[in-house]
Every structure is written in structure tokens, then in C-alpha cells.
């Protein structure tokens, strides 16, 4: 039987295999290819996770959110570029996405004067970067979404689309 961690800033990694009520053993009994001593080493930061580890952590932890946290935090590409997810409620995601619908529909007219002839101009800007940031909002909404529909899955509450 494994020992308990008394470690007081675990990594992402090890709270989700320790809520899960694993040991690293268990742990690498479940996970293809993965050995306790493997698991120690990345919770521990002592060697750099893999995005092929973080898809067989995900998976076989049924914990989606793992794949957003090492995109947003370990990924050079996904640091600039991905959306910090959240686990919400459905009707909240919903919420927040016909708002921001709204929003954009209200701003409809305005973006098309701002590119229609192919530039931003410097008057323009404010407008611009508000209609982006509306953008944004709606993004990070689908990427909300995407998330609850993972766990979901993971869950066995929703079937996997085909």
C-alpha cells in the first residue's frame, strides 16, 4: 500500500490521482505505459509532462480539465493562445453566451464599417478592440462548453459523438 503525501503544494497532477482515491501504484496499474515512479516524477515536477501524458491523464482519470490546465499553464503556444476553462453549470454557459450574442449583434454594423476597407484606423480602435473582446467572451464560452460536454462524457451522462 502507497504511502500518504503530506507535500502541502502538490501539483494539479497529484490532486486529481489523490481526489480520485489513487495511490501512484494504483495509479500506474490504470494508466497504459505509466509506472509509480513515472507519476512521482512528473507530480513532482521532476520531469517535464508530455501533452501524450496529459491525454492519458485526462482520460484515464476522467478528468477533462486536466487537458485546459496544461494548455493554459505548460504550453508555450496554448499560454498566449488558449482560454482559461472553467467547469460550469450548463444554463450559466448558456447565459453567458447569448449575452455576449447579443452584445456582438448589437456591434454588428459597427464592425463592418471599422473592416470594410481592410484597416483598422486609429479612430477606429476602441470600437474594434471592444468588438474583440466581445469576441473573446463568445470563445471562451464554446471552450466552457466543450468542457462540460467532456465531462459529461467522462461522467457516462453523455454519449461520445460518433
Known amino acids: 500500500m502507497g504511502r500518504r503525501s503530506t507535500k502541502e503544494n502538490k501539483s494539479i497532477w497529484q490532486t486529481t490521482r489523490e481526489g480520485l482515491g489513487l495511490t501512484r501504484e494504483k495509479a500506474g496499474e490504470l494508466i497504459p505505459g505509466f509506472s509509480p515512479e513515472r507519476i512521482e516524477k512528473i507530480e513532482n515536477g521532476r520531469t517535464q509532462i508530455q501533452p501524450e501524458d496529459v491525454m492519458l491523464m485526462a482520460e484515464y482519470y476522467k478528468a477533462p480539465a486536466l487537458r485546459n490546465h496544461y494548455c493554459v499553464n505548460e504550453c508555450p503556444i ?85
Open 78 to 162: 496554448g499560454q498566449v493562445h488558449a482560454f482559461r476553462t472553467e467547469s460550469k453549470e450548463l444554463a450559466q454557459i448558456a447565459v453567458e453566451t447569448l449575452n455576449s450574442l447579443n452584445r456582438l449583434s448589437k456591434s454588428r454594423d459597427r464592425l463592418l464599417e471599422i473592416v470594410e476597407d481592410g484597416e483598422v484606423q486609429a479612430d477606429e480602435y476602441a470600437d474594434f478592440a471592444e468588438i474583440k473582446s466581445t469576441l473573446d467572451r463568445i470563445a471562451l464560452s464554446v471552450s466552457n462548453l466543450q468542457l462540460w460536454c467532456d465531462e459529461q462524457i467522462a461522467a457516462g451522462n453523455l454519449k461520445k459523438p460518433e
